[in-house]
């Protein structure tokens, strides 16, 4: 993963838990980089073991965790890091849902060696929409809801998230029913 990521996590620990908490989870994941640069790719596994590791330190669940910093992720990460390219997804939730692919086709442009999952959403009634995660990342349906909620809150939307299906169980995606009122 790119280190937006790993930097992205560790502005989250900062904030929610101090920099003495960031430290121990550096110690806990025996890395020795203290900053991580947005534009470097870094190992998958750096980024799942500081995950390990923040679970493990902070105490929450890995998928608590996750959640957390899905949603820290778009009200953060995101509206600083690409806070035009979200405003150009569409006016509303669904719009932007629906619009996914084309999210990722633009980040592509700035990190050209991303390997991002896929996204297929199609709408699920007249106030919700089906989304399709594929990736070739174990684990991270957590982080899904967590943006999936955290684009709720951008558009102004309370949702509600259902995953319907999982890679956990002999598919190959995880499905998720997101509703809204």
Not at 78 to 91: C, D
Request: proline share 4%; charged share 15%; aromatic share 14%.
């Amino acid at each position: 993963m790119y280190g937006i990521v790993n930097k992205a996590l560790q502005e989250m620990v900062c904030a929610d838990y101090g920099g003495e908490t960031w430290q121990q989870i550096l110690l806990k994941a025996d890395i020795s980089d203290e900053f991580f640069l947005s534009s470097e790719a870094y190992p998958d596994s750096t980024t799942y073991s500081l995950v390990g590791a923040a679970s493990a330190i902070t105490g929450l669940p890995a998928e608590q965790l996750l959640q957390q910093f899905g949603r820290y992720w778009v009200l953060e990460t995101g509206q600083r890091s690409y806070g035009h390219l979200l405003k150009a997804g569409g006016e509303n939730l669904q719009d932007f849902l629906i619009n996914l692919p084309n999210f990722h086709a633009r980040i592509f442009l700035i990190y050209p060696n991303l390997q991002p999952p896929e996204f297929l959403c199609e709408p699920n009634g007249l106030q919700g929409v089906r989304l399709k995660y594929f990736s070739h990342r174990a684990g991270l349906a957590p982080f899904v809801v967590g943006l999936l909620f955290g684009l709720g809150e951008l558009f102004e939307t309370a949702v509600t998230v259902n995953q319907s299906k999982s890679r956990a169980t002999a598919n190959d995606f995880d499905e998720f029913l997101v509703a809204w009122q």
